[in-house]
């Protein structure tokens, strides 16, 4: 008897981080375009039922576009139980959790969870399977500036530390910068299609990628036991339009190689699969 053979419109099989990761994507995609699901994992309380509410003006400065989807991956050789703390500074407040624990605050988040080898994370609270632990949050104007390298509510991308790409060649060249930051093929991928939809109503893209040191005195990331490799990419990009490319020139050179230095990967340690490894990612127009 021939063997069956696939049909070309079947999915290959995914293992089951890939899996997770792909269904948390769906879900992330459907919020950001005006679902509300039950498990959405909003800080910010709900309209009640009945009469809506007058909408309020904005606040002075107001709420700046917020930090998008930084997610916690945590890759262990074996299973482990570990906790995870995310606590933010004055001018961020927590908008968005998936899996929401009980205990967090607009401030900060703990997650307890267990790690598998395949990448994928159990949360020990809710007993929900996820690829990574997700956490937005609004970024408050009208703040006084901090001391700090890297502020939220002040922060820019120009010509003395940024690059400017043009839009339509802005995957390739995330694809190229995020394999030299160390991230895998799904973050990779989950990271570009993401923002692809943010980028395309401008002509170019001026993108940076902040210091880890910088970014951990915004927003403080403790994993216990502590991971072997902490990366965490923060990425703030903003649109330029054609007419203001000409001061821009000659930027070409920050490439893979130059953001790694800048960011602070471990280029030795990052892809080894006998350590317990943390990886980060998120990003935010300014």
């Not at 679902?35 to 909003?42: A, F, T």
């Not at 007993?127 to 408050?140: C, I, K, N, P, S």
């Not at 990779?188 to 299609?193: G, M």
């Amino acid at each position: 008897m021939p063997k069956a053979t696939r049909s070309s419109t079947e999915k290959p099989k995914l293992n089951k981080a890939a899996r997770l990761a792909e269904e948390q994507d769906e879900k992330e995609r459907a919020r950001t375009e005006g679902s509300r699901e039950d498990e959405s994992g909003s800080i910010s309380k709900r309209p009640s039922k009945g009469k809506p509410k007058a909408k309020r003006p904005p606040k002075p400065g107001g709420v700046k576009k917020p930090f998008r989807k930084p997610v916690v991956y945590l890759f262990s050789p074996e299973s482990i139980a570990a906790c995870v703390e995310v606590a933010l500074g004055p001018v961020w407040s927590l908008s968005h959790l998936y899996p929401r624990p009980a205990s967090a605050s607009t401030q900060s988040v703990k997650w307890k969870v267990k790690t598998h080898p395949d990448g994928s994370l159990t949360d020990l609270e809710s007993g929900v399977d996820v690829a990574y632990l997700f956490w937005e949050a609004d970024v408050h104007e009208g703040r006084p500036p901090t001391t700090d390298a890297y502020d939220p509510a002040n922060c820019v991308c120009d010509a003395t530390n940024s690059v400017l790409v043009q839009t339509a060649g802005i995957a390739s060249y995330l694809n190229k910068v995020l394999t030299s930051l160390g991230l895998h093929t799904e973050a990779k991928t989950s990271f570009i299609t993401y923002w692809i939809p943010h980028f395309a109503e401008y002509d170019n893209i001026a993108l940076r990628f902040v210091p880890q040191s910088d970014y951990e005195k915004a927003a403080a990331l403790t994993v216990e036991p502590a991971p072997d490799v902490v990366t965490r990419v923060c990425m703030l990009f903003t649109g330029v339009s054609n007419e203001d490319v000409a001061r821009w020139s000659g930027l070409e050179t920050r490439d893979g190689d130059y953001w790694r230095d800048i960011v602070g990967v471990d280029a030795q340690r990052v892809h080894d699969t006998s350590l317990f490894r943390a990886l980060e990612w998120g990003a935010m127009e300014v």
